[in-house]
């Protein structure tokens, strides 16, 4: 199979990488990237654990190519912390206990985040619907959804980087 050439942003960063063209996202952020905060989970789009974030778009890495995201930005969860200060998705799952776990973390915060820049102030039942791809085995869910408001409220208060 003939290989491609892929460049993209990732996390901030400028990569170019041989791939073969049905080089998985998640695949090509785990193995060639380093970057293995995005988990593999079910493999078919539907839990989460593998949500990145592509051109403000969230995007379950597990069922998009790599040369999909040719000349994107991509974010993965390990972009979120800015120069060592947590993001307030990651703060609101740290002080309401958002997880047990962690296997489904990293696709949450991903997610919480987009969610938040693209509604800063949801209610409740917009985080339960905007949060309803990302699945959790542990925690019912009822403290991811307090931590994403808490992220939304530090988020509103300035109180928290953005
Ligand atoms: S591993 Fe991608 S949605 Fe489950
Ligand atoms: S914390 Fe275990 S799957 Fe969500």
Do not use: W
């Not at 996202?25 to 839990?47: D, Q, V, W």
């Not at 949500?51 to 995201?69: E, F, M």
Request: aromatic share 4%; proline share 2%.
């Amino acid at each position: 199979m003939s290989k491609k050439i892929v460049s993209m942003t990732v996390n901030g960063r400028q990569v170019e990488e041989v791939v073969e063209p049905r080089t998985l996202l998640i695949h090509f952020l785990r193995e060639k990237m380093n970057l293995t905060g995005a988990h593999i989970g079910c493999e078919t789009s539907h839990c989460g654990a593998c949500t990145v974030d592509i051109d403000g778009q969230s995007v379950k890495s597990c069922t998009h190519l790599a040369v999909q995201c040719d000349g994107s930005e991509v974010k993965t969860v390990e972009g979120l912390a800015n120069a060592g200060v947590l993001h307030a998705v990651q703060e609101g799952f740290y002080k309401e206990h958002g997880l047990q776990c962690g296997f489904c973390t990293p696709g949450m915060l991903m997610r919480a985040s987009r969610l938040l820049q693209d509604n800063p102030n949801p209610t409740e039942e917009e985080v339960r619907h905007g949060m309803s791809g990302n699945l959790c085995r542990c925690t019912g869910y009822q403290n991811i959804v307090k931590a994403v408001l808490h992220a939304a409220r530090a988020l509103q208060d300035n109180k928290v980087a953005a």
